[in-house]
Structures are given as structure tokens and as C-alpha cells.
């Protein structure tokens, strides 16, 4: 077992940043592969980001060129750097760890992660 705290969620106007921590209780699930994802009311958990032990990161297509997903696996902290956000972003955002199985191209997809974390809601006004 893991525990994923996420902070660092706000109300923001659109064109500014934020930036997403989600501490781990165990390297052992921070050093592997983790993830952000998104959920806004009404529609279905999505992918946002994901970095593996080797650093390889994936992006959703929509947060590409604004978003960076990192980790510091001294802090056991994986991160969110969200750029120009918009209207669109608003979301509970989740950490998650433990990528089950699947080809990298599956990472983006919620049902293949064993642990989450509480959320930290994500406002962009426009």
C-alpha cells in the first residue's frame, strides 16, 4: 500500500500556472512509473500526464506544450508544472502509482493504475 497526497490546486484565471505536488509515503511507488489524471463533473477520468522510472513522459494531446509532469524521487514528490491554463482544465486533479500492465501507450488510461490519491480541484476562470 501507498498513500498519495496531492496539493497545490486553486482558482486561477486563464493564462496563468499552477503547480501540482503529490508526496508519496513509499519510494518504492515513487520511483516507478506515476501519473496525473483529471476528472471534471460529469465526465470520465482522463489522462493527463505520466513519467516512468527512466524519466519517459507521456502527455495527453491537450495539455501538450503547457503541462510538465517531474518527480523528485529524494522528496518522493511527484509534480504538475501547469502553464497557460484554461477554462477547459478546470478538474479534480489525481496523482496515481503502481502502472499494472499494458503497453506505455496505455499509461494515460485510469483503469490500469493500482492507487490514487484524494484529488486537489483545479479552477481556471476565463
Known amino acids: 500500500q501507498v498513500q498519495l497526497v496531492e496539493s497545490g490546486g486553486g482558482s486561477v484565471q486563464a493564462g496563468e500556472s499552477l503547480r501540482l505536488s503529490c508526496a508519496a509515503s513509499?519510494?518504492?511507488?515513487?520511483?516507478?512509473?506515476m501519473g496525473w489524471f483529471r476528472q471534471a463533473p460529469g465526465k470520465e477520468r482522463e489522462g493527463v500526464a505520466t513519467?516512468?522510472?527512466?524519466?519517459?513522459?507521456s502527455y495527453a494531446d491537450s495539455v501538450k506544450g503547457r503541462f510538465t509532469i517531474s518527480k523528485d524521487n529524494t522528496k518522493n514528490t511527484l509534480y504538475l508544472q501547469m502553464n497557460t491554463l484554461k477554462a477547459e482544465d478546470s478538474a479534480m486533479y489525481y496523482c496515481?502509482?503502481?502502472?499494472?500492465?499494458?503497453?506505455?501507450?496505455?499509461?494515460?488510461?485510469?483503469?490500469?493504475?493500482?492507487?490514487w490519491g484524494q484529488g486537489t480541484q483545479v479552477t481556471v476562470s476565463s
Open positions: 513509499k519510494s518504492s511507488y515513487s520511483s516507478g512509473c
Open positions: 513519467i516512468d522510472s527512466g524519466g519517459t513522459t
Open positions: 496515481a502509482a503502481e502502472f499494472t500492465y499494458g503497453y506505455p501507450s496505455d499509461r494515460l488510461n485510469p483503469q490500469r493504475w493500482n492507487y
